[in-house]
């Protein structure tokens, strides 16, 4: 989807509905659309703030304009990369209110630039399991742990409104990047079939992702992403079937007209399918080219 023409609403206050208020941050680029949006919830004077984004004086200030006279009482963040949850320590500072939700990252492969992404200063004062909830006036929000997209990944349901904050899970604009180590596509999978059933069973009404537009049809939505993910596969299961390739080859086949500018994360895109069929038995490897097993 192409990104909509300026002016954007960086910094001003939206309500896309009554329990919760919506300030885009100013850190728009290829991988964030027209930025990162931090969601206030709450409007009886207790409120959580999910996803308080990136350190940036300017979003802070548009963050406690639009808090007003409110208490805080949890700031939430959905994943920790870095557009997402280095806001949380200093609106913490601001605020008084305990940093609450995914647990920090851990990182099990060390390799060059594995970390670049990530928010390594995060540090939550408690972490939120699949089930757990955090509750104020007039709002209860109950963590869904969904991991692929990051490992520590986690979705927000207002159980008051039927909304879900799906962070990157889930985006109102493009599919979500899965990258390596710590991205993993048959996590994402399962995650995506988990919301999939959550929406199928009346559980979730609308999605408020961390970028794009507010998402109305979740279900339908997701039973897409889903396809999308399998034809990428099937896609790559065809060819390699012709011929063993390397990843650099094989983007160009499969990402035609792409952004040059999203060329590598594309190529870990790739890379995340190819790891979960080789898990599944489905390809090995011998260097940098794949094939298909029986080959």
Not at 105 to 113: C, H, M, Q, T, Y
Not at 181 to 194: F, V
Not at 253 to 279: F, N
Request: with cysteine.
């Amino acid at each position: 989807m192409a990104i909509p023409p300026k002016p954007w609403p960086t910094g001003k206050v939206e309500q896309p509905e009554s329990l919760v208020r919506r300030v885009l941050a100013p850190n728009p680029s290829p991988y964030t659309y027209t930025g990162t949006q931090t969601y206030i919830v709450g409007n009886q004077g207790q409120v959580a703030v999910i996803d308080p984004g990136p350190d940036e004086p300017d979003h802070l200030q548009a963050l406690i304009t639009a808090i007003g006279d409110d208490k805080v009482i949890a700031i939430m963040c959905t994943h920790t990369h870095r557009d997402h949850s280095p806001a949380a320590a200093p609106l913490a500072k601001l605020t008084g209110a305990p940093i609450v939700g995914c647990a920090p990252l851990a990182l099990k492969v060390d390799g060059p630039r594995s970390d670049e992404a990530f928010d390594t200063t995060y540090e939550p004062d408690r972490v939120l399991e699949d089930g757990e909830q955090m509750t104020g006036t007039g709002w209860t929000l109950t963590a869904v742990h969904t991991p692929g997209h990051t490992s520590n990944h986690l979705c927000f349901a207002l159980e008051e409104s039927g909304a879900l904050f799906t962070g990157d899970h889930v985006m109102g604009w493009s599919t979500s990047v899965v990258i390596p180590p710590d991205g993993d596509m048959g996590d994402y999978m399962k995650s995506l079939e988990k919301l999939y059933a959550r929406a199928e069973e009346g559980g979730d009404r609308v999605y408020y992702s961390a970028h794009g537009a507010p998402i109305e049809k979740p279900r339908q939505l997701v039973r897409g992403m889903m396809g999308h993910r399998r034809q990428r596969e099937n896609q790559i299961l065809r060819l390699l079937g012709e011929s063993a390739k390397s990843i650099d080859e094989m983007v160009p086949i499969m990402y035609k007209g792409l952004d040059p500018k999203l060329t590598g994360a594309a190529g870990m895109s790739v890379k995340a399918h190819l790891l979960d069929l080789e898990r599944r038995g489905l390809v090995s490897r011998s260097g940098d080219i794949w094939q298909t097993h029986a080959a």
